[in-house]
């Protein structure tokens, strides 16, 4: 059997591990991250996109707030290509507590959260289709953060710094001798193979399944999974990040992200993270808080349902056992907790404060190897927000436009070109047209692939290395995964489109019958 | 105004409905949101194309076990003749494109991305392509027409299950451009109805078709003289060239449909497209008039009959609410194969059976719609086409199928009520 070294591993793939890795390997650290699945796969890819200002926290967890407005200041200048400045609105509508608005300016005081006070007339001139009957309006330096970018620029930094990133790596075990933990089993999930990654510290960064590796050392990380549903809605409804303005509850958040915008989220505690199936209610619940944000809001076209899984860290000890355990995020060195050497569990906290997270969790590293090497991801920008532009609406467009009929469109939602779909098929050397829709956001666009996708699969087979039994499966399994996010919204223009895609593929193509 | 039949749609059943009223000398006015789905479909005429899971060689002989699987199928109400006569009446009026096949069997058509697919009828330039006899094929890709890869198309069709063995291979042509970007199939259709791309492709396949291959192209070969082309290629390549269908929009559905609405304005219909049914008057159970609203104005048709072609889900015909609501978009029908209130409406596997999928509009045996307790809601009122409960067209591979047949038949059941009392005629 093979193996790897590193003085880092880092299990996850999401904001936090990819973060972890990163800070991790510009300490000059060896690193190496393993991830189950694809980067950006599970939580982080499947958020409702929002860069916390902190007001959501100023009254319910201030130190939360803290973090998150002094976060939202260091990503807009290391990670400006991943926001769009969309800035954000407290808005209190006739279903919200009127004493809570002077609780949240109290709040926003005490944090340090910039939240100005403007005239309803003026939130409305704004943002002309919100509920004409709000009360108070109060503007806030939120921001659209594109997750997909954050992560890949992440792994891309870290990787500049030596870093090894290995998505469809599977722990099967860990390491422990003595009460250290050595090292992982891991397997690769394309090949089979099985091989062993050494390592001085490994760091847990597993969010929701943080519990599950923690298990394979004999630790107990007690994270409870709260399953977070969201929907996307075709056009931006609203051009700035819409928060109600009273206690942070479901469905009171409504965000642009590109051409679309979301709407979260649902709270409920699930046995299983990997287990995530929409219930109407849900979507039921989030449309009806839409409808008193938007008036229309219920009939407007949904193109997309998606269910995250939040990490809830729930200690089973005494708080002050356990080393800087926040309300935001839960830092788990497990020698000082069961003895055990050599690992870290960072979890809990939110894709905002994923940069703190990573911070905290690499100074814990530096102790366990007894060494001080000083965080700098807060001044380096992360590869493409060199210039700390911050990413515009019309960014995507702008670039294009030039060039419009240089050559074939592939996805036209998303403008994606058959050169960049086929240098990163190439790049990423994957037969998974959901791997390419993270990277390129193909089929992401209302049509949701009906037209794109038999393109794509068409180009996946075109070059020597994919035969059509892949190519076939990679067209069905995308179609079957669309379908899951699909199914529980359509109604109205989605139903619509989802049935001409309908007679696409089943009807034109066929695409049942195709040979196995 | 004042007409005899009023129909809504201007799709397959629509067109086929008004054809045939106004070659029995009917004064009929279609009254259309826009093109209909021959814009998005093959148009091949597809009857029945599988049973479950079964491949239907002879829809003739399926269409029995289909009505006693699926009583409420839209076949069911039309009769077995009708569904004949139908598809010898759309073959001889559609001449100029040169229709083929039956009820008896199917043919076997290629499509995009390589699956042998079930049509009962096909047009003359999709014909050659037909695998039932197997044989040698090369198809022909033209680059920057991004709807048609032949190379999975070849190796898709080169492993599929089929009655004699096929050997496929794929060619990729970079036609003559003055930049390289996007080439629209309107646009392909263009240059071939000119004359320039034919010249072009018979010079570039020149000793690189093999001895025996029929050439598989994209379905471009023109708007206008699409037959003229592939008479030319044939004769200059001495091979059997044919069209595979692809994704919208279809080239070969706007040639059926420019055919079908050339014969009915030569007929003496009235074609007023971009334009909605937004009111009836009904009185003692008959609608009267039918209120027209276009860009301008709203104006008020009168009319003895009414057909309801205005397709499904996919056309607007049927809408579905955030609660799970359907409703007929027109007249407000009731809409038959809808769960109940709270019941699921999809289900979570793509390909499985979907709950809502056979939804629509119930008839009687004159395809009237009718209330819950089986009366037809007007007495003048029928319906054709997509909008009709029963049936999973496309899964059934019998979309085209059934707007052709009820098409058809709900002329006959304007024409002479009496003559068709079909019901379980079928068998």
């Known amino acids: 059997m093979s193996s790897l070294e590193a003085d880092v591993l880092v299990i996850g793939g999401g904001s936090t591990g990819a973060g972890v890795a990163r800070d991790a390997a510009l300490r000059g650290f060896t690193t190496i991250l393993v991830e189950r699945r694809d980067l950006v796969d599970g939580t982080t890819g499947r958020f409702h996109g929002l860069l916390h200002s902190g007001g959501r926290y100023a009254v319910k967890d201030p130190s939360a707030a803290v973090e998150c407005i002094a976060e939202n200041r260091i990503l807009r200048r290391v990670a400006a290509d991943c926001l769009e400045d969309t800035g954000g609105l407290f808005v209190a509508t006739p279903w919200d507590d009127p004493d809570y608005g002077d609780l949240f300016v109290k709040g926003c005081e005490a944090t340090g959260v910039p939240a100005e006070e403007i005239p309803v007339a003026e939130a409305l001139r704004r943002e002309p289709r919100l509920n004409a009957e709000i009360r108070r309006a109060f503007v806030v330096p939120d921001a659209a953060l594109d997750p997909w970018k954050l992560v890949w620029g992440c792994a891309r930094s870290a990787e500049q710094h030596g870093a090894r990133i290995l998505p469809y790596h599977r722990v099967l075990d860990l390491e422990v001798v003595d009460q250290r933990v050595l090292g992982a089993l891991v397997r690769d999930e394309h090949s089979g193979e099985e091989f062993r990654i050494h390592s001085k510290v490994v760091v847990n960064a597993a969010g929701a399944w943080a519990g599950q590796i923690a298990t394979l050392a004999g630790c107990v990380v007690n994270v409870r999974a709260g399953m977070g549903v969201m929907i996307a809605m075709n056009h931006r409804i609203v051009n700035s990040a819409v928060n109600r303005l009273k206690f942070p509850a479901d469905g009171d958040i409504l965000l642009p992200l590109r051409t679309a915008c979301v709407i979260g989220t649902t709270d409920v505690f699930v046995p299983d993270p990997d287990d995530t199936e929409i219930g109407r209610d849900a979507v039921d619940l989030l449309l009806d808080e839409g409808e008193k944000l938007v008036p229309g809001f219920r009939e407007a076209r949904a193109l997309h349902a998606w269910a995250g899984v939040r990490p809830l860290f729930e200690d089973t000890r005494d708080v002050a056992e356990t080393r800087d355990v926040t309300r935001s995020h839960a830092l788990l060195d497990h020698m000082a907790r069961e003895g055990v050497a050599g690992f870290v569990t960072i979890t809990g906290g939110k894709t905002t404060t994923f940069r703190l997270m990573a911070e905290v969790a690499v100074d814990a590293v530096c102790r366990q190897l007894g060494v001080e090497r000083r965080c700098t991801t807060a001044e380096e920008p992360l590869p493409g927000s060199e210039s700390h532009t911050l990413y515009g609406l019309d960014t995507r467009l702008a670039a294009r436009e030039p060039v419009p009929q240089s050559e074939e469109i592939i996805c036209e939602c998303e403008l994606i070109t058959r050169s960049r779909l086929e240098q990163t098929i190439k790049r990423r050397a994957t037969t998974n047209l959901d791997d390419i829709r993270r990277l390129l956001r193909l089929a992401m666009g209302p049509c949701q692939g009906g037209f794109c996708i038999y393109r794509a699969t068409g180009i996946l087979h075109h070059g020597d290395r994919v035969d059509h039994t892949e190519a076939n499966r990679a067209l069905v399994s995308f179609l079957e995964e669309r379908w899951k996010g699909l199914h529980p919204i359509l109604h109205g223009d989605q139903l619509r489109q989802a049935r001409l895609d309908d007679w696409i593929f089943q009807g034109i193509l066929d695409v049942e019958h195709l040979p196995a | ?427």
């Open chain 2, 1 to 427: 105004m004042s007409y005899d039949t009023l129909v809504v749609g201007a799709g397959l059943a629509g067109l086929t409905t008004a054809l045939r009223l106004t070659e029995q000398g009917q004064k009929v006015v279609i009254v259309a949101r826009g093109v209909g789905a021959t814009h998005l479909a093959p148009a091949t005429v597809d009857v029945l194309g599988y049973l479950g899971e079964e491949r239907v060689d002879s829809p003739a002989s399926a269409l029995t076990t289909l009505l006693t699987d699926v009583p409420g199928h839209p076949y069911g109400r039309v009769s077995r003749q009708q569904i004949g006569a139908s598809l010898e009446w759309f073959c001889r009026r559609l001449e100029r494109l040169g229709y083929a096949g039956g009820l008896d069997h199917n043919g076997l058509f290629p499509t995009a991305i390589g699956v042998a697919r079930p049509s009962a009828l096909a047009p003359r330039t999709m014909l050659g392509g037909d695998l039932r006899d197997g044989g040698r094929f090369l198809f022909v890709g033209l680059r920057g027409f991004k709807d048609f890869h032949p190379s999975l198309l070849a190796d898709n069709l080169a492993h599929a299950r089929l009655p004699a063995p096929v050997t496929a291979r794929a060619l990729e042509l970079e036609p003559p451009a003055e930049r390289r970007g996007d080439l629209s199939g309107r646009l392909l259709a263009r240059r071939f109805d000119s004359g320039e791309l034919t010249d072009w492709l018979v010079r570039a396949l020149q000793g690189r078709v093999e001895a025996e291959e029929r050439v598989g192209l994209p379905p471009v070969l023109g708007l206008r003289r699409a037959d003229e082309t592939l008479a030319d290629l044939e004769n200059r390549l001495e091979r059997h060239v044919f069209e595979v269908p692809t994704l919208p929009p279809s080239i070969p559905g706007m040639r059926l449909y420019d055919t079908l609405t050339a014969a009915l304005r030569k007929a003496g219909a009235r074609l007023v497209i971009n334009a909605a049914v937004v009111g009836a008057q009904a009185h003692d159970g008959q609608i009267e008039s039918v209120q027209v609203a276009s860009a301008a104005t709203t104006m008020s048709y009168r009319t003895h009959s009414v057909v309801l072609a205005s397709g499904g889900f996919a056309s607007g015909g049927l809408t579905l609410d955030s609660r799970g609501a359907a409703r007929e978009t027109v007249f407000d029908l009731p809409v038959a194969g809808v769960p109940e209130d709270g019941a699921t409406r999809f289900v979570a596997g793509y390909f499985d059976a979907q709950p809502l999928s056979r939804a629509g509009v119930a008839v009687d045996d004159l395809l009237r719609p009718t209330d819950r307790d089986g009366s037809p809601v007007y007495r003048n009122l029928h319906a054709a086409g997509a909008i009709l409960a029963g049936a999973v067209p496309w899964k059934e591979k019998s979309g085209t199928g059934i707007s052709v047949a009820t098409g058809y038949a709900a002329a006959d059941a304007i024409l002479a009520p009496s003559a068709v009392g079909v019901s379980g005629s079928i068998g």
